[in-house]
């Protein structure tokens, strides 16, 4: 079981930035793949941003290309994910994930491991 504890969230007027960071309570990251899901009230969970267990490749759906970007620092142990530009529709639960398998993150199956969640509000 890995746990993972996410920081950073808040409240941020539109167009502004925020980064989040993510880090495991008990092991080390850089055996996995990871990942940054959100969720808002009444609609389906998205994921925003994955990067392999080596940071070497990384994913971006439409929604937030160009806006988001996420990295990872094995050896502080942290996950990261900077937001610019941010809109109102960017308001949600930010999640921060791990699985062993990056094809787990990205794909249908969804990845083992989530923390409890930050909030990120975005004002117009």
């Known amino acids: 079981q890995v746990q993972l504890v996410e920081s950073g969230g808040g409240l941020v007027q539109a167009g502004g930035s925020l980064r989040l960071s993510c880090a495991p309570s008990?092991?080390?990251?850089?055996?996995?793949?990871m990942g940054w899901f959100r969720q808002a009230p009444g609609k389906e969970r998205e994921l925003v941003a994955a990067i392999t267990s080596s940071g070497s490749v990384s994913f971006y759906p439409d929604s937030v290309k160009g806006r988001f970007t996420i990295s990872r620092d094995n050896a502080k142990n942290t996950l990261y994910l900077q937001m610019t530009s941010l809109k109102p529709e960017d308001s949600a639960v930010y999640y921060c994930?791990?699985?062993?398998?990056?094809?787990?993150?990205?794909?249908?199956?969804?990845?083992?491991?989530w923390g409890q969640g930050t909030q990120v509000t975005v004002s117009s």
């Open positions: 994930t791990a699985d062993y398998h990056y094809a787990k993150v990205v794909g249908d199956m969804g990845p083992d491991y």
């Open positions: 008990d092991r080390t990251i850089s055996s996995y793949a």
